[in-house]
């Protein structure tokens, strides 16, 4: 790891760190920030802004008016394929740094978080910007009496709000922009409060690779503020939500009020299973890896072993 790598990590770390809406960087209205915990030691190591409900109301403004009325809604799909291949090159380019960044954020070793956190990010803004021309309609035949025609267009949702989860925060936060920009949506962005700093760093990146203003929107805050704000926003289309069961249920009935689309992503109990021919030296070290990767802490962990001794 470059040490010039690792110093741009900690001028950025030690940053105001602002709500990108619109295109712009802003203050929260209220002023308020919130500490980012260094996981290893619990000491505060920088402060983010503080979104607040009128917060979250801006950035999904400036959304739906990129969506409906700015030049999202009229790109053609290689321009969208265009600015997510420059983002996932700008990401590769300052690969080091954000590979820092996420590990003073969460903890992570720093070879596992450039090798996998960065280098998969890189990847699926990569395969993404290949879907976005290939998302096309059908001409169905009619089997009923007459002349007909049938066919069908795929469109792009809206607005998606993407809540992401703290325990592999850039990753999911690739997974989630880049589908949705694929598609030709537009994004509020909402980090978990305890990792939200590669979040931002993407954000800058994004502005870099030419993302028109208000298709990229990133708020900082609280789950029960910030996060529910989102769901709760009427100008929300869609809501794709990683991280805790109890937060997925009341986020169910919250979407509800405008019928908003919503995928989530909870926690899980993945079994194992180790069958007698199984060969024992590959084996046994790959389901220790499936629980004890990134601490146990992956939604997909191997929590459950079954090894069977009868076929």
Same mark, same amino acid.
């Given at each position: 790891?470059?040490?010039?790598?690792?110093?741009?990590?900690?001028?950025?770390?030690?940053?105001?760190?602002?709500?990108?809406?619109?295109?712009?960087?802003?203050?929260?209205?209220?002023?308020?920030?919130?500490?980012?915990?260094?996981?290893?030691?619990?000491?505060?190591?920088?402060?983010?802004?503080?979104?607040?409900?009128?917060?979250?109301?801006?950035?999904?403004?400036?959304?739906?008016?990129?969506?409906?009325?700015?030049?999202?809604?009229?790109?053609?799909?290689?321009?969208?394929?265009?600015?997510?291949?420059?983002?996932?090159?700008?990401?590769?380019?300052?690969?080091?740094?954000?590979?820092?960044?996420?590990?003073?954020?969460?903890?992570?070793?720093?070879?596992?978080?450039?090798?996998?956190?960065?280098?998969?990010?890189?990847?699926?803004?990569?395969?993404?910007?290949?879907?976005?021309?290939?998302?096309?309609?059908?001409?169905?035949?009619?089997?009923?009496?007459?002349?007909?025609?049938?066919?069908?267009?795929?469109?792009?949702?809206?607005?998606?709000?993407?809540?992401?989860?703290?325990?592999?925060?850039?990753?999911?936060?690739?997974?989630?922009?880049?589908?949705?920009?694929?598609?030709?949506?537009?994004?509020?962005?909402?980090?978990?409060?305890?990792?939200?700093?590669?979040?931002?760093?993407?954000?800058? &990146?994004?502005?870099? %690779? =030419?993302?028109?203003?208000? /298709?990229?929107?990133?708020?900082? *805050?609280?789950? !029960? $503020?910030?996060?529910?704000?989102?769901?709760?926003?009427?100008?929300?289309?869609?809501?794709?939500?990683?991280?805790?069961?109890?937060?997925?249920?009341?986020? &169910?009935?919250?979407? %509800? =009020?405008?019928?908003?689309? /919503?995928?989530?992503?909870?926690? *899980?109990?993945? !079994? $194992?299973?180790?069958?007698?021919?199984?060969?024992?030296?590959?084996?046994?070290?790959?389901?220790?890896?499936?629980?004890?990767?990134?601490?146990?802490?992956?939604?997909?962990?191997?929590?459950?072993?079954?090894?069977?001794?009868?076929?």
């Amino acid at each position: 790891m470059r040490d010039a790598a690792i110093e741009r990590a900690r001028d950025f770390v030690r940053r105001d760190h602002l709500l990108l809406i619109g295109g712009q960087w802003h203050k929260p209205l209220s002023g308020a920030s919130m500490p980012v915990f260094d996981p290893s030691t619990g000491e505060i190591v920088t402060h983010v802004a503080e979104a607040g409900v009128a917060d979250v109301d801006q950035a999904v403004r400036a959304a739906r008016a990129a969506f409906d009325d700015g030049p999202w809604s009229r790109i053609k799909a290689r321009d969208r394929s265009r600015l997510l291949l420059q983002l996932a090159a700008g990401l590769d380019s300052a690969g080091d740094e954000m590979a820092v960044i996420e590990t003073i954020d969460n903890g992570r070793p720093l070879r596992l978080s450039r090798s996998e956190h960065v280098g998969n990010a890189v990847e699926i803004f990569e395969y993404y910007a290949g879907w976005a021309t290939k998302l096309s309609g059908e001409t169905l035949d009619v089997s009923a009496p007459g002349e007909h025609l049938a066919y069908t267009v795929r469109e792009p949702v809206g607005v998606a709000g993407l809540i992401t989860a703290w325990n592999v925060p850039l990753q999911i936060a690739a997974m989630k922009l880049a589908c949705a920009l694929a598609a030709g949506c537009t994004a509020v962005l909402k980090p978990a409060e305890q990792t939200p700093l590669s979040a931002l760093r993407l954000g800058e &990146l994004a502005e870099e %690779a =030419g993302f028109p203003p208000g /298709v990229i929107n990133i708020v900082t *805050g609280p789950g !029960p $503020v910030a996060g529910a704000a989102l769901v709760d926003h009427p100008g929300v289309d869609k809501i794709s939500f990683t991280g805790s069961v109890p937060t997925g249920q009341a986020i &169910l009935p919250a979407a %509800a =009020g405008n019928l908003k689309r /919503v995928t989530l992503e909870l926690g *899980g109990k993945s !079994p $194992v299973i180790i069958f007698p021919d199984a060969d024992m030296e590959t084996a046994i070290p790959a389901a220790a890896s499936a629980v004890f990767h990134n601490s146990g802490q992956v939604c997909a962990a191997g929590t459950r072993l079954f090894a069977s001794t009868v076929w």
